[in-house]
Structures are given as C-alpha cells and as structure tokens.
C-alpha cells in the first residue's frame, strides 16, 4: 500500500479494503489490558485516563506495575509529530481558529456531524454507543458526546495544543483509547446485538476515520466560505496540515491525510460515493443533534434554523458526490419557504432586507446564531454539571465570551 496520499489512489477498491484497518496501536493497548487480566480494572484506567492532563510513570503507579507500565509505554510512544509536521503552519492553523471559533462551532454542528452521519455505516456505531440519544429532557448522552467532540477541536486548535506535551496531543491520545474499548466491546456482543462485521466493516475504521477528519478540515473551510469569511490559500493550507498533523496523531493512515483543501475535498467526496445512504442511525443522530442545537438556544426564534443550516452546508458536498445528502439524514427542504425564512429572520436581525442575496443573508443570520450558539453552548455544560466545557482564556477575549471558567 502506498503510504503517502495521492487521490488517484483513492478508489472503491481502497476504501473497501481500509474499513477492515483500525487503529492497531491504540487496540494492542486495549488487547494487552485485557489479555492480562485486568478486564475489571477498565473503569478505573478511564477515570485515570480522564482525570489527568500529564501522564509519567507516576501517574498509573496506583494501578500496579504490570498495567501502569502497558499504558505508560503507548503514551510515550504516541506524543511525537511527525517528521514532516511544521510548526509554523500549525501556528497558522491556530490563528485561523482563534479568530474564527464561533463560526466553527456552528459549523461543527450543522455541517460536520450531520456529514458523518449521512456514512450509515460509520453512523451506526455511534448509535450502538448509545451516546448520541437522548431520553426525554435527559439531553445529558448527547450532550456528553458533542462536549467531548467540541472539547477535542478546542484542545488542538488552541495554542500549544500540538505542542510537545500539550493538552491537544494528549485528547487525541485519550480518544484513541476510547475508540479501541469501543472496537473491542462492540465486537464482543453475541446473538442478535453482535457486531456485522461484514456490512459495517470494523467498528471506527481507517475510513471511518479519515471522513471524520475531512469533516473538520475541508468541510469546515467550505463552509467558512459559504459564511463569506474569505481565507488566502496559504490560510487554508495552513489549517490543513494543523489537521494532516491531527490525523497522524490519531492513529490515520498517511495515505489518508491530504495536503491541500482541494485534496480533501476530494477525499470526502469519494468516501461519501462509497459511504452515504439513508440509515435509521444517521437519521436519528440528526433529529438529536437539531433538538440539542434547540434545546440550548433560548426561546423559538431560531428553531427552524438547525435543519435549514444542514441543508444549505451540506450541499456542495450533495452536489460533488451525486448522492442526496438530506435524505440520507432524514432532511426535508422546501425552497420557498426557506426563502420565506431567510427574509423573516434577517429582517428580525438586521430590521431590514434590501437586497435578496441568499448567501449574504446566510451570514448575517449566522453571526447572532454562532454567539447564541457557543453562549448556550458554555452555559450548559458549566452550569452546574459534572462536566465542563474549558475555553482557554485567550480564545473566550477573541470570541467575545465572557464567564467564570
């Protein structure tokens, strides 16, 4: 297999042969904690895991010799970038997030989820996890999920978060394990709730993978444009080699890191041809995500937004793949009325529309949304719950973000 990426590589044949490749590294560790012994201990190597931002032999001391030396030795062997990574452009990357933040978060919730659950096979493991659904006014599995998600692209971005030691490289390495006991407890179910390996491929594959990091880096860039936030080419090849870097780290492939936007583009166009199809579990995925979105926005005014948001987001890339995106979602679109929607919330907004240009209007509506968004965001999982949402002090002064972290 070639081990750099080239998209004439990219084909059905590939992709079909990179869903039965996981995450080798990350799944020995899990392999020998169980092989060992200490199945039982799991719970407490996540608590561990969790509660620590800085792992030495110190660390895992209390959990004996034998077990804290097997997860000593996959953080130290995980923590390098690669040779090639470069820390200028990672800086770059960084600035780009730190100035754009709120219009990311939108963007994360309205084009980045809703484009890995269109994949109805990647879509399905999320909901066998459990951890996307809600129950009744329990939002607490989704909301968990989504913090998690958010709290990782925070982690990455902010600055010194791919650093030697930062607190970006060591989310990845924690998410790497969650990702292995999730492979490894998936495949161990039996009779009607086992694991179809053969329709859905290994659980959080090698494609699975790199679709999900094409959501964060190309899909974010275009739809940065779409919000008509204008960036330079060596702007956007800069954010994408902080997520080549990210990609690395977690455990990708290099012939599924792209270089360049128009690379991954291309990339998530073709898993999208080999992946997308309506599913149950991406259509249930969605309806969570846009009742969580309306859940933390306060008030009705903004609650046909969400599903308006993913239709107009998703669409470059429903136009690129030939696949209707919305309906592998559960998306239903009527233009007029979305036409009426745009108009009557800009108007609200801004107080006045003189001139009907879709995509203008599209980002004035936006602005309010991104800042209702990320403030709900904040308040909800720092107002009194067991977890937090942790926004560098930096980061909060440029997006404007005022409270009490």
């Known amino acids: 297999m070639n081990n750099t990426f080239d998209i004439d590589h990219i084909n059905e ?4 042969a990179c869903r039965l490749r996981t995450d080798p590294q990350a799944d020995e560790v899990i392999a020998k904690v169980i092989s060992a012994g200490f199945e039982k201990q799991i719970n407490q190597v996540f608590m561990t895991i969790v509660q ?4 030495d032999k110190e660390t895992f001391s209390p959990l004996g010799q034998e077990l804290g030396g097997i997860l000593f030795e996959y953080f130290e062997d995980t923590h390098r970038l690669p040779a ?12 780009i997030f730190a100035k754009y933040g709120p219009e990311i978060f939108l963007l994360l919730n309205v084009s980045s989820l809703p484009l890995c659950y269109t994949c ?13 659904l809600t129950h009744k006014e329990n939002v607490d599995p ?19 978060g791919l650093a030697t030691g930062g607190h970006g490289i060591v989310t990845i390495q924690k998410v790497r394990l969650i990702h292995a006991s999730i492979r490894y407890y998936l495949k161990q179910r039996t009779g009607d709730d086992s694991w179809d390996l053969e329709k859905f491929g290994e659980p959080i594959n090698q494609e699975d993978l790199a679709g999900t990091l094409m959501s964060f880096g190309p899909v974010i860039l275009s739809g940065l444009s779409q919000l008509n936030v204008e960036l330079s080419e060596d702007e956007k090849a800069a954010y994408m080699h902080a997520w080549k870097v990210i990609g690395f780290l977690m455990g990708i492939e290099e012939a599924l890191l792209p270089d360049t936007f128009e690379e991954g583009f291309e990339l998530a166009t073709a898993i999208l041809k080999h992946q997308a199809a309506a599913s149950e579990a991406g259509q249930a995925l969605t309806q969570s995500c846009i009742d969580f979105v309306n859940h933390i926005i ?30 592998c979602i559960g998306l239903s679109h009527d233009h007029d009325r979305a036409d009426d929607l745009l108009l009557r919330l800009t108007k609200f907004i801004v107080g006045t529309v003189s001139l009907f240009e879709k995509g203008h209007l599209v980002s ?16 909800f999982y720092n107002d009194g719950k067991k977890v937090n949402f942790f926004i560098p002090p930096s980061l909060r002064k440029n997006w404007g973000v005022e409270d009490d972290q």
């Open 84 to 95: 090639w990574a470069d820390p200028e452009l990672i800086l770059q990357g960084e600035q």
């Open 120 to 132: 109805a096979n990647g879509a399905q493991v999320l909901y066998d996890t459990g951890r996307l």
């Open 142 to 160: 989704l909301a968990r999920r989504l913090m998690e998600t958010a709290q990782m692209i925070t982690n990455v971005m902010s600055p010194g």
């Open 52 to 55: 620590n931002d800085r792992f």
């Open 364 to 379: 004035d509506i936006a602005k309010p949304f991104n800042k209702l968004l990320l403030d709900g965001i904040i308040k």
């Open 13 to 16: 044949q590939m992709l079909a």
């Open 298 to 327: 306060p008030g009705d005014t903004f609650d046909e937004l969400p599903a308006f948001f993913m239709h107009t987001f998703l669409q470059d890339y429903t136009k690129s793949s030939g696949v209707d995106l919305d309906s």
